[in-house]
């Protein structure tokens, strides 16, 4: 079976968003897939990690076509602010300075769906007749960028091709969609293009549940939850760190600020000395300004580790070394759907997990569910102070770790066999 993956994400780029579909093409041909990869040629990745380009498999057959990048010329304005608001670190309203409000403004009312919309015309013009020249059975679209979803939406219009839409979040539901500075008519638009997204696509697939019922609340077409997950990454044996390291993995943007939590930390080590002594916070990758200011001022500097961005193979190596795998999400209705794909790499790292997020979230449940962990709403301080003491007192005893269960439906070949099931159900109705 021939299938078309249409993607903006794709080695070198780095960060969560190439992970998914760089996986499951890795084990597509397992299941008697065969993929083709639809990219850009000249594209502006916030993050590059070119480790991964060892995991496109032998033989892929990637195709690429040219896209305009307005981001290249908001680097006119500023660089810094460009590259921030391209990697979705956006600053609260009131600390927002004058260039990011202008940007936003920008991007919000003048590139819809998003700045990668002026890719959309050249590639249903090339893949309209490569589709027909290759007897592609299947495309598939994933988002964000949802301009690539309008890329499939054409097509699928002109050739009646199978297509399935994959959102690996939401889009006019994200949080981030409300800081755009968005106009009524803007804000109409989004959701107009979503509305026509999901009920042309043939089958629409999603990374979480309250997603899924969200979508079926706009859309008569089925929707499929398929999650992210992990991989049986080949790593060299790591070792426990031994200070109580709690590590968090991945952007920190300017909502994700439990300082509740700060304050737990910097309490425990003013209460406990042997705590005081062993405790490290570590984060790794892009951390929001908001978030430093405020483990700053919570205390907490002379213990806190900043490591930037590292390759997605350090990252896997840092998490089976540290002692707590920290998980914060955003405190809003919004967010309740959001299941990172680091949430399945921290599960399969059997590092308990320390999760924060809003009531209800989706994270929540799923931790419950494989006992990977404990999972607490912001302003539960008394309840985090108690779980962190019980990770760090099982740490001082060397028997610091958790008994997950239930995790391997969430391997990426298990996932990919899933994907494979609902890509044949579609051939079987061509």
């Not at 890795?26 to 480790?51: C, H, M, Q, R, W």
Request: hydrophobic share 35%.
């Amino acid at each position: 079976m021939k299938v078309l993956l249409i993607t903006y994400y794709w080695p070198p780029a780095g960060g969560p968003g190439v992970q998914r579909w760089l996986k499951f093409v890795k084990y597509f041909k397992d299941f008697g897939i065969d993929p083709i990869v639809y990219i850009p040629e000249n594209p502006t990745y916030p993050l590059e990690d070119a480790s991964l380009l060892s995991e496109v498999p032998e033989g892929t057959t990637i195709i690429k076509q040219p896209i305009f990048e307005p981001y290249r010329f908001a680097e006119i304005f500023s660089k810094k602010e460009s590259k921030t608001i391209s990697k979705g670190i956006i600053a609260k309203s009131e600390k927002q300075s004058f260039v990011q409000r202008l940007l936003l403004y920008i991007r919000g009312n003048f590139f819809i769906p998003d700045a990668r919309k002026f890719w959309i015309k050249p590639s249903v013009k090339f893949l309209e007749a490569y589709i027909s020249k290759e007897n592609v059975d299947v495309i598939i679209t994933t988002g964000p960028p949802h301009s690539v979803h309008l890329i499939g939406k054409e097509l699928k219009e002109k050739l009646n091709v199978k297509w399935i839409a994959d959102f690996r979040d939401p889009w006019t539901t994200i949080g981030y969609h409300n800081k755009l500075k968005l106009t009524k008519r803007s804000l109409a638009k989004h959701k107009q293009l979503e509305k026509e997204v999901l009920t042309c696509a043939d089958r629409l697939t999603v990374t979480s549940y309250i997603t899924k019922e969200e979508f079926e609340e706009i859309t008569n077409q089925p929707v499929s939850v398929i999650t992210n997950g992990y991989d049986t990454e080949i790593v060299a044996e790591v070792k426990l760190d031994k200070e109580f390291t709690i590590s968090h993995i991945g952007s920190l943007l300017s909502g994700r600020n439990p300082e509740k939590l700060w304050q737990v930390l910097y309490d425990l080590t003013q209460e406990n000395i042997d705590f005081s002594k062993a405790f490290k916070i570590r984060l790794v990758g892009a951390v929001s300004e908001d978030v430093l200011s405020s483990i700053k001022e919570a205390g907490l500097s002379s213990f806190l580790d900043i490591k930037g961005y590292v390759s997605h193979k350090e990252a896997i190596e840092i998490q089976r070394s540290s002692q707590v795998l920290l998980l914060i999400e955003i405190d809003s209705d919004e967010t309740k759907c959001i299941i990172p794909g680091k949430l399945f790499e921290y599960m399969v790292s059997k590092r308990p997990i320390l999760a924060i997020g809003p009531k209800g979230a989706d994270i929540s449940k799923l931790i419950r569910e494989t006992n990977s962990g404990n999972f607490f709403e912001y302003n539960e301080y008394n309840e985090i102070k108690k779980t962190v003491l019980t990770y760090f007192e099982k740490f001082q005893e060397h028997k610091l770790i958790a008994y997950t269960q239930g995790i391997e439906k969430y391997s990426r070949r298990e996932l990919t066999r899933e994907m494979s099931l609902l890509l044949k159900s579609l051939e079987s109705n061509i």
